[in-house]
């Protein structure tokens, strides 16, 4: 039996409502810098106490008086109910985002529903003048849910999983920080279903990843990518980019192969471990020039619990289909010797 080695942990989960700009007002900044400016984060502490014991906090929530998208997006406003009015009221960001940093402490798993929350943080932070790096543990529930509750990689959203839980339904709260809630509760039921299936023992490391391979660190958006040169044909093409030596981009130390390269569709895949940074996956897919010759182009880049099993389950996909192919090879054979 593994052990996990977890207790006690922190678990932050947040959530933010942020406004957008409007499409025929000339915005005072590029959207493509900041698409959504927050107005609003709320979040919830989960702290595990044990595979059965949960602590959840009270929630945190801060209101945030935008400065660059100050007229309510009406699509926007559709979702969480907010006017033109409401937005002039709230905190300046940088005082938010301190006063949010000081709740959460020192040890802790940041937590969210996808990764849009992430990236949106991110531009605000930039914006804003701070370090754009955040905390280098996070951890999306969303992948989690998918695979403890029903085993699926199809995206679900935070109703749907509140529903599949029968998480009793409440209206005392402002937007993100009901939502935070709700979050930390799918969380909470997500992470003693994990330790249920554990439990059970009938599933291996390959089929039912460590919890630890779900949360993987949001600031690691390194990756590597190159190219070979041109081929008259794809499998010189695929040769060639397939010998690309496999470096970590963050430390460049040699990377352990867990899965090596294999053909998928019209990409080739393959898995990779770096003993400090974490799992990496690679794909190289094949392209042709206007000369009507080819070039492999790879992409190496870190990948969180979710993305190494969708490679994983690629890879079992096509050795049952090996192993079937032989069985029918075999038959053909005795079925020729008897000829
Ligand atoms: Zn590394």
């Not at 922190?10 to 915005?27: C, G």
């Not at 009221?89 to 802790?108: N, T």
Request: proline share 6%.
């Amino acid at each position: 039996m593994m052990t996990d080695n977890l207790f006690p942990m922190t678990f932050v989960v947040f959530d933010m409502e942020w406004n957008q700009p409007i499409p025929y007002i000339p915005s005072p900044i590029d959207p493509k810098i900041l698409p959504g400016e927050i107005i609003d984060i709320g979040a919830v502490k989960v702290k595990m106490l044990s595979e059965n014991e949960y602590e959840l906090s009270r929630p945190f929530s801060v209101t945030i008086r935008p400065v660059y998208y100050r007229i309510m997006n009406k699509q926007v406003s559709k979702v969480i109910n907010k006017s033109t009015d409401d937005l002039k009221s709230g905190m300046p960001f940088p005082d938010a985002i301190r006063s949010f940093m000081d709740w959460c402490g020192e040890d802790y798993v940041l937590c969210a529903w996808g990764d849009s929350d992430i990236s949106i943080l991110r531009s605000n932070l930039k914006i804003h003048g701070f370090s754009s790096e955040i905390n280098d543990r996070f951890l999306d529930i969303q992948p989690l849910f998918g695979r403890v509750a029903e085993n699926t990689s199809q995206q679900r959203s935070v109703a749907y999983a509140v529903d599949f839980y029968r998480i009793p339904q409440t209206d005392d709260f402002h937007s993100a920080e009901r939502d935070a809630w709700y979050e930390a509760r799918v969380l909470k039921e997500s992470l003693i279903d994990y330790f249920a299936i554990r439990a059970r023992g009938t599933e291996t490391e390959q089929t039912f990843p460590n919890l630890r391979t779900y949360i993987s660190n949001p600031n690691l958006t390194t990756q590597k990518k190159w190219k070979s040169e041109a081929f008259p044909t794809e499998r010189a093409a695929s040769a060639k980019a397939l010998e690309e030596k496999m470096l970590c981009p963050i430390c460049e130390s040699d990377l352990f192969e867990e899965i090596r390269w294999f053909s998928s569709g019209h990409s080739f895949l393959s898995l990779w471990q770096c003993p400090t940074h974490g799992a990496l996956s690679g794909r190289v897919r094949i392209k042709r020039t206007p000369k009507q010759e080819f070039y492999g182009s790879g992409q190496l880049r870190f990948v969180n619990g979710n993305a190494a099993r969708y490679v994983r389950e690629k890879w079992q996909e096509k050795n049952e289909k090996k192993e079937e192919n032989k069985e029918v090879a075999s038959e053909c054979v005795k079925e020729c010797d008897k000829l």
